[in-house]
């Protein structure tokens, strides 16, 4: 899994309700993201709010 910031990918260490795990943190101001996951070789998207940005490896989501 990856979230894709402004063009950046960050690998996912882990994905909850509202919620996700970076491996690496890297400091971004509250912005608009896309996770993108793979599931047997399929690839699926979605569109998410980082209401708090990202200022730490536990990273606030919610839908758009």
């Known amino acids: 899994m990856i979230l894709l910031v402004n063009g950046e990918s960050l690998s996912i260490r882990e994905l909850g309700p509202d919620f996700l795990l970076l491996e690496k943190m890297v400091a971004y101001p509250p912005c608009r993201a896309v996770i993108r996951m793979w599931v047997d070789g399929e690839q ?10 990202i200022v730490s490896e536990r990273v606030a989501l919610s839908l758009p």
């Not at 699926?44 to 940005?53: H, M, N, Y």
């Open 44 to 53: 699926d998207e979605w569109s998410v709010r980082l209401p708090e940005g």
